[in-house]
C-alpha cells in the first residue's frame, strides 16, 4: 500500500482554507509561500466572502470547485473549532488527504476537538498530518521533472526561502525544524529535499514519515527531531530497517524532566528516559544529535562525504592552534590521531620544504601558501597512505583576503584574478578528492560563505564548518554511521548463518 | 613595577623588521595592517636595502634612526637566525621591548637559537612576546584619547579586520585565536578590547598576560586559549586573584594525549592532565570553555550580560520546538526551568490571551506577533517574578522577515517602515531589561544579524546568538561565574575571620 505520504507531499491540487488578505495572518502568509515557491499544481482557495485570494479565484466550500476537477489536498489552517466541519464537508467531496495546521487539540487538553478530529477523518477515511502542525516542504515533486525542480518546490510553511535542492529529508515533531532551518541551511549551503512537520500526530506519525522517506528515491539521509516516541515497538523496528540503506539522524529532547514537561505543552508528548533512547539508537543504528546545529551538520555530512573506512584521523592545517585543538577534540569524541610512520614522515617533509612545518600526527604548514600542496598533493600523500580514514582541514582562505588587502593601502596589488582562477582550478579537483579516494575530507574556515574558496567548495558539495568542533563532530558522526553498519552487516551474516 | 606589557601593547613607535615590497609575506602583510588600523604612532621600518617599505621611509639600521627619536618597540619578522643579531643591535639603540614573530626555536626543538635568544635579551634586559607569535591587536592604546579610539587600533597580526571595541580581551597561546577570531567576531558583533600571542613564551608568558589585564582599566573580561600551563603555581595564584575582579575563561586543548603531543609540535608545550586543569579552574574561579566557539561566547556574554542571582530559568518563545530543546539542555547543563507558581501562571494568562498558549514552564506564545507582549509586558513581568534568575529567548523576527514577503508577491503590501518604526522603538528599552533588572536575557535567531531586529539588538550590546545550545551554554557560563563569585566571597570571609 503506497504511503498517504506520498500523495500529501506531492499534490496536483490543493484546497487552501484560511487564506483572506491579510499578510499577518498565518494561512495568508502559508499560501503565499506555496505559490512564492513555485507550487505547479492548482490552488483553490475557500473562503466564506472573497472572490479571490492573492489572485486566485476563491470558492464558498469545495462543493463549488466543478466536480470535474479533482482535490488531492486539503490545506487546514481555521479555528480549532470548525476544522470537522471542513473536513466532513473535503470528506463528501471525495479528498482522501489533509494537513491540519491548526492548533488547539492534545496540546491544550482540548479532547472533545481531538476527539471530533478523530471522528470525522475515521469517516472518510482521510490521512492526514497534523493538527498543531507548520505543514512541509518538498522540493521534488515526483510528478514534476528533475531538470525543472529547481524552480517548482512546494512550500506550505511561512519561511520565505527555498533551501537548496539536496537528500536531507527531516521529520519533525515541531514545526520550527521543518521550516525555521531553512533560515539556517544557506550559511553552508547545505541541500534540503523535504521536511515534514507532523504536529501532534494524530494520524500520522515519525514511524509513517519514516517508511515513507525509506521508500523516496531522492531522500540520502532522514533527520529526525522528536519530543515523544509514540509507537515505541514499531519506531525500533522500522527504524532499524531503514538504517539499513539510509543514515538517520535523530535529536531527542524528551529525555530530561524538563524536557519531557516542556514537550508535553507542546504537543501533548510524554518523553521517556534519555538512556533507554540511547540505547534504541544504537541498537537501531540511529546516530544521536545533541542539538539543532548538530542534527543539521550530521545529515549534511552524511548526505554529501563518504563514511570512512576507520577511526584514524589525518589533520592539515596551516595555523597551529586550530590543528591542536581538533586533534584534542578528536580524541575527546573517541577517534584517533596517530602518529605517522617514520617513513611517511620523510615523505612529507620531502615535499614540504619549509623548516618550521610540523609533520609528526598533525601536519602544519604554519604560514605557507602553496596552494598545490595544500588542495593536491598533500590531501592524496595523506589519504593514499593508507595511515589514516579521514581527514580534518584548517586553512580555506581564498582570494577575498587579498581584495580585503588591496582595499587597505593604495600601494598594495596583488594579482587577484590569477589567484582566484589558480584557487578555482584546484578546488575543482579537490572537491572530487573524498568520493575518489573514499575518504572524508571536511574543512572549516572562520569566514565562511564571504570567503570566495569557501563558496565555491560548498557549492561544489564539499563539507565546510565554521567552526572546529562542527567539522570534529561531523567527522564523529561519519564515524558512527561506518559502526552502526557494522553492526548492521554482523547481525545480517549471523542471522543468514 | 609596570608590566611589560603596557610598552608592547601601546607604543608611541616601532622598528619594524621584516617588511618589504611583496605583500604576500607575513612581515609585510602586518605591516600592512599596523598602518591600515590607524596606529598613530611612529613606524620605523628597517630594511637592509629599500629606501622606503609601504611609502615610509626605511632606514638600513635601528642605528641610522636619529638619536633623538626614542624607539619603544622592536616588531620582528626574519628568519630565526638573524633575530638575535637584530636585537643585540635593538639592546645596543636602548630598546627594551620586542615582539618576535619569528619562528624556529624550542618548537622544532631549536636548543641553539632559543639560547642565543635567551642570551642576548637577557644582556639588554629586553622584554618580549613570541618567539613564533602573531603579535598582539589593541582597540584601546593607553595614550590615545578614549574618543579617537574607534580609528586608532593597532592590529599586528595579519587579518585584515578591526573587531568592534568591546571588554573582552584574550591571551592566547596560538595566534590563530589572537586574529582569526575577527573573522567571526562581527557575527554577533561581539567587542573585542586586545589580543595577545605569546607564542613559545621566551620571555613572556601567560600568567604575566594575566597580571596585565587585570590592571589594564577598559579589560572587563579575559580569555585564554592554553595549550600548557608553565608557571603552574604561579598561574593558580594569579589567575585566582584576578578572578576576584575580572571573569576568566579558558580553553585548554593540552588535556588529552592527542592534544598534549600535538601541541608539543606547535609552540613547545607540554600539556597536563585534563583533570588536574578541571580542578584548577574551580578553586580559581575561571570558565571552562570547550572549544573556540565556546570561548568567544562565553566571553562575550560575560562582557554584556549580567550575572544571573541564581540558577532559575525561564523560556519565552513563539516557537515549541526550541522552547522544549532550550529547555531539555538548560537541565542537562545542571540549571532548572520550575514549573511557575499558579497565581504567575494566571497572570500570564490574563495578559496572553491566546487560547493555543502555554504558560506553566516555558511561555509559548505559538504563532504571535504582539511585540508589546514579547519585548517589555512579559520579559518584565517574568524577571519580576522573583520566579526565575534569567531568561531566554527565542523568537526576535524584524521587519526583514516582511521585506522579504513583499518580494514574493505583486499584491503583498506591509507597513514595513511603520513595524520597523514600532520594534526600534521597543528593541531600545528591552535592550536595557537584564541590567535594569539585574537578571541576564539571552536571545535566539537563527537568521542571526541579516534580520535587522537582531542586528539593533547586537548592536546595543544585547546578546543575540544564532543557535539555541549557544545561549544555554552562555548562561551556563554567567551561571559558573556566579558560583566562582560565591565560592571566592566564602573563601574571603572565612578568611578574615
Known amino acids: 500500500m503506497p504511503s498517504p505520504l506520498e500523495t500529501i507531499l506531492n499534490p496536483r491540487s490543493i484546497a487552501f482554507y484560511g ?13 503565499l509561500e506555496i505559490i512564492a515557491a513555485g507550487y ?15 489572485g486566485l479565484k476563491a470558492y464558498k466550500s469545495v462543493k463549488d470547485v466543478p466536480a470535474g476537477e479533482s482535490i488531492d489536498l486539503a490545506f487546514i489552517v481555521i479555528p480549532a473549532k470548525y476544522v470537522p466541519g471542513v473536513l466532513d464537508e473535503c470528506g463528501q467531496r471525495g479528498i482522501k488527504h489533509a494537513v491540519v495546521i491548526s492548533a488547539g487539540f492534545r496540546e491544550i487538553e482540548n479532547q472533545a476537538a481531538n476527539d471530533a478530529l478523530i471522528e470525522v477523518t475515521r469517516k472518510h477515511g482521510i490521512r492526514f498530518i497534523g493538527p498543531n502542525c507548520i505543514g512541509f516542504y518538498n522540493r521534488n515533486i515526483s510528478w514534476v521533472d528533475p531538470a525543472e525542480r529547481a524552480s517548482k518546490a512546494i512550500n506550505t510553511t511561512w519561511i520565505p526561502i527555498n533551501p537548496r535542492n539536496g537528500g536531507v529529508s527531516i521529520a519533525s515533531q515541531s514545526g520550527t525544524f521543518a521550516c525555521h532551518i531553512f533560515l539556517v541551511t544557506p550559511r553552508s549551503n547545505m541541500g534540503i529535499n523535504k521536511t515534514i512537520s507532523v504536529g501532534n500526530e494524530a494520524n500520522i506519525d515519525l514511524v509513517d514519515c519514516l517508511e515513507y522517506l525509506e521508500g523516496d528515491p531522492t531522500t540520502r539521509v532522514i533527520g529526525l527531531y522528536i519530543e515523544e516516541v509514540k509507537r515505541g515497538r514499531e519506531f525500533l523496528r522500522v ?21 519531557a514537561r516542556a514537550g508535553k505543552s507542546h504537543t501533548g508528548a510524554l518523553g521517556g528516559n534519555d538512556k533507554v533512547f540511547d540505547a534504541a539508537c544504537k541498537q537501531a543504528g540511529i546516530v544521536r544529535a545533541m542539538n539543532m546545529e548538530e542534527l543539521l551538520d550530521f545529515c549534511y555530512i552524511l548526505d554529501v562525504a563518504p563514511v570512512p573506512p576507520g577511526d584514524r584521523v589525518c589533520i592539515l592545517t596551516n595555523a ?7 586533534s584534542d577534540m578528536v580524541e575527546r569524541v573517541g577517534m584517533a590521531v596517530p602518529v605517522f610512520s617514520a617513513e611517511l614522515q620523510q615523505r612529507l617533509r620531502d615535499k614540504i620544504k619549509i623548516p618550521t612545518a610540523q609533520v609528526r600526527n598533525i601536519v602544519d604548514l604554519t604560514f605557507d601558501i602553496d596552494l598545490e600542496l595544500m588542495y593536491r598533493t598533500l590531501p592524496r600523500m595523506l589519504l593514499k597512505s593508507d595511515e589514516c580514514d579521514g581527514m580534518l582541514v584548517y586553512g580555506i582562505f581564498g582570494w577575498t583576503f587579498f581584495t580585503m588587502l588591496e582595499k587597505q593601502h593604495p600601494l598594495v596589488k596583488v594579482p587577484v584574478d590569477d589567484l582566484k582562477a589558480i584557487q578555482v582550478e584546484l578546488l575543482g579537483h579537490y572537491a572530487k578528492l573524498p568520493h575518489a579516494l573514499g575518504k572524508p575530507i571536511i574543512a572549516v574556515a572562520l569566514a565562511g560563505r564571504e570567503d570566495g574558496a569557501v563558496a565555491i567548495l560548498q557549492d561544489l558539495g564539499f563539507p565546510v564548518f565554521e567552526m572546529p568542533h562542527r567539522a570534529v563532530k ?3 558522526a561519519l564515524n558512527e554511521r561506518r559502526r552502526a553498519l557494522g553492526r548492521i552487516n554482523r547481525r545480517g551474516s549471523s542471522g543468514a548463518a
Not at 540503506?245 to 529532547?253: D, E, G, Q
Not at 597551529?320 to 581538533?326: E, F, K, L, R
Open 474 to 476: 561531523a567527522l564523529w
Open 320 to 326: 597551529g592552534g586550530p590543528g591542536v585543538n581538533m
Open 40 to 54: 505547479p499544481g492548482r490552488i483553490y482557495p475557500i473562503h466564506p466572502s472573497l472572490d479571490s485570494v492573492l
Open 239 to 259: 527504524a532499524s530497517r531503514v538504517a539499513r540503506t539510509k543514515p538517520i539522524v535523530a535529536l531527542y529532547v524528551g529525555g530530561t524532566e524538563a524536557g
Open 19 to 31: 487564506a483572506n488578505a491579510a499578510v499577518t495572518t498565518m494561512g495568508t502568509t502559508q499560501l
